[in-house]
């Protein structure tokens, strides 16, 4: 599918497709992971946040007691294995480099239900990389520009690898509308370094 093509079948739709975003994971409850998930809850989504300090995680509860109206649900784990296990999207908030992001790609490949969607903020990083890495390439994605904060302005980019599911990819971006942002949709331009479950020309599928 070519690039305008996905960014008409991300064009928003009052109809709801086929997989539609309800749950949200958070991995990792510094102070934009936390962020994020309140922004998630306030915005009506049922999520689960994840972090290894409970210190972490006792704030984003007390942050979440504060909100109004609290229309979604927030919980909050130990483990990530806890927290993808019914997800529908996964967004991290590990370190922007390689091997960070590498190390939970895998991890949350192996333990998320096949249907879940990995979204990483990276402005340094090819998604299609990242994505050969795991056995669910055609629904990873990533944003570039200012996910985690409220505030932020800058124009917010939808990249995706070549290999990208189309009715994901429409998900992701209803799912980053409802949130207030605007993404556009692009096609990975990034060089891959890694590629590894890639054999032959690809495109999306719809």
Known sequence: M???????????????GPFAIRAVAVIGAGRVGREFALVCAAAGFDVTLEDVMPANLRRAQEEYAELAPQRGILRVVLTVEDAVRAADVVVDFVPDELE??????CLVDRMAPPKTV?????DALSIT???????RGERC????????????DRALRLVYPKSAEAVALRAVSEFLRVLGREPR??????????????SGP???RG
Do not use: H, W
């Open 129 to 135: 990389d990242l994505a050969s890495c795991t056995y």
């Open 185 to 198: 949709v692009e096609e990975d331009r990034d060089a891959p370094m890694l590629v590894k479950n890639v």
């Open 202 to 204: 690809q495109t999306m």
């Open 141 to 152: 994605f990533a944003v570039r520009g200012g996910l985690a904060l409220r505030t932020d």
């Open 2 to 16: 070519s690039e305008a093509a996905a960014e008409g079948a991300a064009g928003l739709d009052p109809v709801p």
């Open 100 to 105: 960070s992001k590498l190390e939970i790609f």
């Open 118 to 122: 990995l979204l990483t903020p990276s």
